[in-house]
């Protein structure tokens, strides 16, 4: 049996499912290149600002048993950096799309960058990050529904290219109502369902484990995968087809994986476990989510993706 992880976003094709989590393994162009060289379906950048930003003092990031947590709080080469890379790279190969990541630290900010990306030969998809936890100041956009609604209606009167945003987790049923009525309204080609869960606290022995921000930071890995999947899901249920998903969080082996695409994830994004892994995760988890498609007799994601089963 002939099994197949490719996958589409928008009008683009990807030959597997699997991408790396913006902030991991996606700083320089080095490691992007590893990535792209990889079986990976795709990368996307770490999240670009207008300036080269330092982010917050070290120690920043942090494994743990059950995951990760970070306050990474948004270093970064700057946005000319990542799309003079991308802008390079498409004109040497165009075997696979990409995704840069951005993010305004101010909506001023935000719409500077995504002229200038309007303005570039990028033929990529861009994310728009509305939930990074980690800049102490600046909340998460996106739990901000009036902001990131007045944000999408400006950015959406001038911006041209396929366009997707980072979403926080969100834990209440009354907010997933919300939240997709406000991006229903909009011509978004992707949502990125979840950022880390924004300020854990995780302490061994009697400290923490980080030092920004009295060691609060974003939880990642195994902590998460359950409010990952009830996002994705809460998404697949109430946006509108044209919008898809992309799945990220908590994915430790192919069946995290395949739960994602079962909740309706598109594409899925790997964070926590290409940290602590390195590269070799992509060829791993792909064996893995072929293993369990050839089990269930499913040649290609289409077959599954949303097929979640309810009680009766
Ligand atoms: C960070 O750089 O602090 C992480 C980025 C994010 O969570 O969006």
């Given at each position: 049996m002939t099994v197949s992880l490719s996958t589409t976003i928008g009008n683009f094709t990807f030959d597997n499912c699997f991408m790396n989590a913006a902030g991991?393994?996606?700083?320089s162009k080095e490691e992007l290149l590893d990535i792209y060289q990889s079986n990976a379906g795709s990368f996307v950048t770490?999240?670009?600002?207008?300036e080269p930003r330092e982010g917050n003092?070290?120690?920043?990031y942090a494994d743990t048993s059950l995951g990760s947590i970070n306050s990474?709080?948004?270093?970064?080469?700057?946005l000319d950096y990542y799309l003079t890379f991308l802008e390079e790279l498409e004109q040497s190969s165009t075997t696979k799309p990409t995704f840069l990541s951005l993010t305004g630290l101010s909506s001023q900010e935000t719409h500077q960058l995504l002229n200038i990306v309007n303005q570039s030969s990028f033929q990529g998809l861009i994310e728009l990050n509305l939930?990074?936890?980690?800049?102490?100041?600046?909340?998460?956009?996106?739990?901000d529904f009036e902001t990131t609604n007045h944000l999408l209606a400006e950015v959406f009167t001038y911006f041209t290219k396929p366009l997707g945003i980072k979403l926080p987790p969100y834990f209440d049923i009354v907010h997933f109502d919300q939240a997709a009525a406000i991006f229903n309204q909009y011509p978004l080609v992707f949502v990125n369902c979840?950022?880390?869960?924004?300020?854990g606290l995780v302490i061994e022995d009697e400290s923490?484990?980080?030092?920004?921000?009295?060691?609060?930071g974003g939880l990642g890995g195994q902590y998460v995968k359950p409010t990952a999947l009830a996002n994705v899901h809460a998404f697949y249920q109430r946006?509108?087809?044209?919008i898809q998903i992309i799945g990220t969080g908590g994915v430790i082996n192919g069946r995290d994986a395949f739960e994602h695409i079962l909740c309706g994830a598109s594409m899925v994004q790997i964070g926590t476990t290409l940290h602590k892994e390195g590269i070799p995760a992509f060829q791993r988890l792909s064996q893995e989510l072929r293993e369990i498609m050839v089990q269930k007799g499913y040649e290609s994601i289409d077959d599954f993706r949303g097929e979640l089963k309810y009680f009766a």
């Open positions: 991991v393994h996606c700083y770490k999240t670009a600002t207008l003092p070290l120690p920043r990474m709080g948004l270093p970064n080469l700057g939930s990074c936890p980690n800049v102490p100041g600046k909340p998460q956009v996106a739990y979840i950022n880390s869960i924004g300020n923490v484990l980080i030092r920004p921000k009295h060691g609060f946006l509108n087809p044209s």
